[in-house]
């Protein structure tokens, strides 16, 4: 039997210290990757039976995040909601849902069960008095407020125990406004902005371990890795405390940086690199949001190579997934992307996409930031341009999102 293969979009959430908390699911017809805005009960049925029986919820969004689902009245008062693990979702109501008894009183009875609710768009009218009781985390899209009407929102609100969540944050400005205000949950590609990072730069050392990455990546002579390890006394520390925890037992005494290099082996050294890169300058626990969107888009970007894309070799699929772990460097680091690189002695192929924005893997890197921005009108048509069919592409998201999961718990 046929069955209609389902995309799968995030968007994360945050918390006032820039941290993950959960992810916006958001779901579209592989054949279209457009909304059936007539069907939108059928979609989401699919989107929810789909990601219970074929994604697994904790593979999409780990076991410490949480995910919210948009739902209408239709889904919200069918009992197939109630198959959701309450204890990890966050049910989204729609701004079209109309307010009555009936929706009131099922809110009343999902909260009862243990569910969390939300609403979505949200513009304050005293209709809504009866449900806020009930809703715990408000939903505020700043492109659609003045400042008078966030400023009115937000009275309006005062007497409710809820939780203020600003969508579409798009800059600092943004961030501290609504933070300043209260609200504390955030959505939007703020954090992706170089100014964003805390006003500060990444610690230093940053640099080094992405050096090192490219180097594993480019199979480089055993010497110029040592040289870099020389270059930072802290990673040669790591290094020889990785080499003791794996290698329990071992006879042999390390006699230079070279030798516990080859002690450890490449796989496990490139390993140790990745996780380097993911955790680096934050604190356990905390790993910076755009650190977790270059990890994600650099092994998107490498699966979607190995599924056929822009010729399918492994020596693309390494420089597909550089490319995609550098494509936020400018960002983390807050320097001009072309510096940054020039001290890395990257490939002319990964330079070229990611300054000049030209090449096949500059069209690969489009087609990811289309799909993290939930832009369907445009995903069908760079797939094709990548040589990939949508199965792929869906395939290589679930996959990626699974790894980086992986990566966020082994730590």
Not at 214 to 239: C, G, H, M, W, Y
Not at 357 to 363: F, I, P, R, S, V
Request: aromatic content about 8%; charged content about 25%; proline content about 3%.
């Amino acid at each position: 039997m046929n069955q209609e293969e389902i995309y799968l979009g995030r968007q994360p959430i945050l918390d006032r210290h820039n941290t993950i908390l959960g992810y916006e699911i958001l779901f579209r017809s592989g054949h279209s990757l457009c909304a059936d805005i007539d069907n939108v009960s059928q979609a989401s049925i699919s989107s929810i039976l789909s990601t219970l029986s074929d994604f697994g919820l904790k593979k999409v969004v780990g076991k410490r995040h949480t995910a919210f689902f948009n739902v209408n009245a239709e889904i919200l008062h069918s009992e197939m909601v109630e198959l959701l693990p309450k204890e990890q979702v966050v049910l989204e109501l729609l701004e079209t849902i109309k307010i009555d008894d009936d929706l009131i009183n099922r809110c009343r009875e999902l909260k009862t069960l243990g569910f969390s609710l939300a609403l979505d768009d949200f513009i304050y009218k005293p209709s809504y008095d009866p449900l806020l009781e009930w809703i715990d985390i408000v939903k505020v899209d700043l492109l659609v407020m003045t400042p008078a009407l966030l400023e009115e929102t937000i009275d309006s609100l005062q007497g409710f125990p809820l939780t203020l969540l600003a969508e579409k944050v798009e800059d600092l400005d943004q961030f501290e406004q609504t933070r300043a205000l209260g609200f504390k949950m955030f959505q939007g590609y703020y954090f992706a902005h170089p100014v964003v990072i805390s006003g500060k730069r990444v610690d230093p050392e940053y640099i080094t371990v992405m050096k090192l990455m490219n180097q594993i990546l480019r199979d480089a002579d055993l010497k110029v890795i040592e040289q870099t390890f020389k270059e930072s006394p802290s990673l040669i520390f790591n290094l020889l405390r990785l080499l003791n925890s794996v290698s329990s037992g071992m006879k042999q005494k390390i006699s230079s940086v070279g030798h516990a290099i080859v002690l450890l082996g490449r796989n496990r050294l490139s390993r140790w690199a990745q996780i380097l890169l993911f955790t680096q300058g934050s604190t356990p626990g905390h790993q910076n949001p755009l650190l977790a969107t270059a990890v994600m888009r650099g092994r998107f970007m490498e699966l979607m190579v190995e599924k056929g894309a822009i010729g399918g070799t492994k020596s693309s699929a390494d420089l597909a997934f550089m490319t995609g772990v550098f494509s936020l460097i400018e960002a983390l680091l807050m320097r001009p992307i072309a510096e940054i690189l020039n001290q890395l002695s990257l490939v002319d192929e990964v330079y070229r996409a990611l300054v000049d924005d030209q090449g096949d893997l500059a069209e690969l890197l489009r087609l990811v930031k289309k799909i993290e921005k939930s832009d369907y009108s445009a995903i069908d048509l760079l797939a094709d341009r990548c040589q990939l069919k949508m199965g792929s592409v869906i395939d290589a998201e679930q996959e990626a999102s699974v790894w980086v999961q992986g990566l966020i718990q082994s730590l």
